[in-house]
């Protein structure tokens, strides 16, 4: 079983960067896909982005394509998002997800407590 645990939440202002972090430990980790998902209060959760085992393939959503870089430290265990030219929208509960490659949160079977990103103007 693989466990996940998110940092880096907090508030921005609109415009400013964020980076989050996910610590990923347990059996067959990096076999896996590695994903942050978000949802907003009333929303469903919506994809944010995916790398793949190596972290050497990445795949965004439409909403944060431009903005947003994930990478992996696969010494460090850790999959990380940056988040540059936040927006009021961004603001969320970032999630992330280990399992195989796919952009559909039912496809992932392990998922950290989450962390809140609050944008404010």
């Known amino acids: 079983q693989v466990q996940l645990v998110e940092s880096g939440g907090g508030e921005v202002q609109v415009g400013g960067s964020l980076r989050l972090s996910c610590a990923a430990s347990?059996?067959?980790?990096?076999?896996?896909?590695l994903a942050w998902f978000r949802q907003a209060p009333g929303k469903e959760r919506e994809f944010v982005a995916v790398?793949?085992?190596?972290?050497?393939?990445?795949t965004y959503g439409d909403s944060v394509n431009g903005r947003a870089t994930i990478f992996r430290d696969t010494a460090e265990n850790t999959v990380y998002l940056q988040m540059n030219s936040l927006k009021p929208e961004d603001t969320a509960v970032y999630y992330c997800?280990?399992?195989?490659?796919?952009?559909?949160?039912?496809?992932?079977?392990?998922w950290g407590q989450g962390t809140q990103v609050t944008v404010s103007s």
């Open positions: 347990g059996r067959s980790y990096s076999r896996y896909a």
């Open positions: 997800a280990a399992g195989p490659w796919s952009t559909r949160s039912e496809s992932y079977n392990a």
């Open positions: 790398a793949d085992w190596s972290g050497d393939t990445t």
